[in-house]
């Protein structure tokens, strides 16, 4: 935990959102849209949505990266120290720092097999969850730390299973690296909150930026580090995240085509218009701050942008009883992505759909291995 503003971000922001982290903001709920706006949504069409067009995926590609990548990667060199490194008799994990967006250095947790590489590898992005003190600790057990081992030990039994993602991949002979997204883990003061969110993505978007803009270009830094191991073959890595991780690996997928081979996404595929009914939770608790780019709906649906993916290989989790995400809208964007894949490629597009609603339980992550062992020719 960074004992000065200068821990998350370099000065000439820090200081500002360093304050901005302290005080929080209370906003007051809203109920959704009325009918009138509810019809004209339903109506609404993104000026590039899918079209099965030459040209078409270019132009969506350059409009979504300047749209979602704010403010994107300047090339600093990544600078990685390694601060921690443990022994977990198969595979070491090591906690890392390296620099990431606007000059900030942020921690890591590493996972490398101890078999000779180079070895395919996987960026794993964390979930939401309105719990702000554990992020990459979701994913990988962190090193040296009992408190946030016990806290990310009771969120990995409850959506898990009780399996730490990072863990059950690195066995599998792969690569893993996962960030604290910016207001989580060590990128938070301790008493974050819910209602700190909405200052948080408004003092951002006063400087020009956007909360979940520099989450995605982290996410690319991280990409990008992770791609420039030693030890990891560039030609075979993946994304893969759960719940807000899901919209991050496929936004990064979709974004990034010559850097990510293949995408896992669990929990997170919606049309827009599903998302924005009344009662939503995009509509509620602030949480929706963290993943809403300032201009993107006029232009591309959650869709339109996964569908950049194709045809690289895309696996998608979804559940009639997920509760945060309508079933006959999930059903609509991901008849919406099917368009994207078609011909002899029409099979890397895979959809589980499983019975447990949120989570991603020792089942599906058995698939999700099984799956990413065939694109990467790797034993599972």
């Not at 304050?19 to 706006?37: K, N, Q, Y």
């Not at 921690?107 to 960026?123: D, I, S, Y």
């Not at 951002?204 to 996410?219: M, N, P, R, Y």
Request: proline residues 8%; neutral net charge; glycine residues 8%.
């Amino acid at each position: 935990m960074p004992d000065s503003p200068e821990g998350l971000l370099n000065p000439a922001v820090s200081r500002r959102l360093w304050a901005v982290l302290a005080l929080g903001a209370a906003a007051p709920s809203w109920a959704g849209l009325d009918d009138e706006v509810r019809a004209q949504q339903a109506a609404y069409r993104p000026r590039l949505a899918w079209q099965p067009t030459p040209g078409w995926a270019d132009e969506a590609r350059a409009v979504a990266r300047r749209l979602v990548l704010q403010p994107g990667d300047d090339g600093t060199p990544f600078h990685p120290d390694t601060l921690a490194t443990e022994d977990r008799g198969d595979h070491w994990a090591e906690r890392l720092q390296f620099t990431a967006t606007l000059g900030q250095r942020v921690g890591a947790l590493h996972l490398r097999p101890k078999a000779p590489g180079p070895h395919p590898a996987v960026l794993l992005l964390h979930d939401h969850g309105a719990r702000f003190d554990i992020g990459k600790e979701k994913l990988i057990r962190p090193i040296g730390d009992p408190a946030r081992e016990t806290a990310a030990r009771a969120w990995v039994q409850r959506y898990f299973d009780g399996v730490w993602l990072g863990e059950r991949l690195v066995r599998a002979g792969h690569a893993v690296l996962a960030i604290d997204a910016l207001g989580w883990g060590e990128r938070a003061r301790p008493d974050f909150a819910r209602d700190d969110q909405q200052a948080l993505a408004a003092h951002l978007q006063q400087l020009g930026l956007s909360w979940a803009g520099l989450i995605a270009s982290d996410d690319l830094r991280a990409l990008r580090c992770l791609r420039a191991q030693a030890h990891v073959d560039p030609q075979r890595v993946a994304t893969m995240g759960f719940s807000m991780g899901a919209l991050r690996a496929w936004q990064l997928a979709a974004l990034a085509p010559e850097e990510v081979q293949a995408c896992v996404a669990a929990h997170w595929m919606c049309t827009r218009e599903g998302l924005l009914r009344p009662g939503g939770h995009t509509l509620q608790g602030q949480s929706a701050y963290a993943m809403l780019h300032p201009g993107l709906a006029a232009e591309l649906d959650h869709p339109d942008v996964a569908a950049l993916i194709a045809p690289r290989p895309l696996l998608l989790f979804a559940s009639p009883t997920d509760r945060l995400f309508p079933w006959d809208a999930v059903q609509d964007g991901l008849r919406q992505l099917s368009r994207a894949w078609s011909g002899p490629k029409a099979a890397n597009l895979s959809v589980r759909i499983t019975p447990d609603g949120h989570r991603l339980g020792e089942g599906a992550q058995r698939q999700a291995l099984a799956w990413l062992a065939a694109c990467f020719q790797a034993p599972a």
